[in-house]
C-alpha cells in the first residue's frame, strides 16, 4: 500500500503534467496563429506587388499609346 508521500508526489507529479500539456498546447496554438498572421501579410505583399506590376504595365502601355497619338 502506498504510504502518504508517494501520494502526495503522485499529485504533484499529474499537477506538473497536466500544466506541461496546457502550457505546451498554447504554445502550439500561438504558433498556429502566428503562421496564420504570417502568411496573412506574405499574401498581401504578393498583391501589392502584383498591382504596382500591373499599374505600371498600365502606366507604360498608357504612355506609349499617348504617344503614338500625339505623333
Do not use: C
Amino acid at each position: 500500500m502506498p504510504n502518504g508521500n508517494t501520494v502526495k508526489h503522485g499529485w504533484i507529479l499529474l499537477l506538473f503534467v497536466s500544466l506541461y500539456i496546457t502550457k505546451r498546447s498554447e504554445a502550439v496554438l500561438q504558433w498556429g496563429e502566428k503562421k496564420k498572421y504570417q502568411k496573412n501579410v506574405e499574401r498581401n505583399v504578393l498583391n501589392v506587388i502584383d498591382y504596382l506590376y500591373n499599374y505600371t504595365k498600365i502606366k507604360k502601355y498608357t504612355d506609349f499609346l499617348s504617344n503614338i497619338i500625339d505623333v
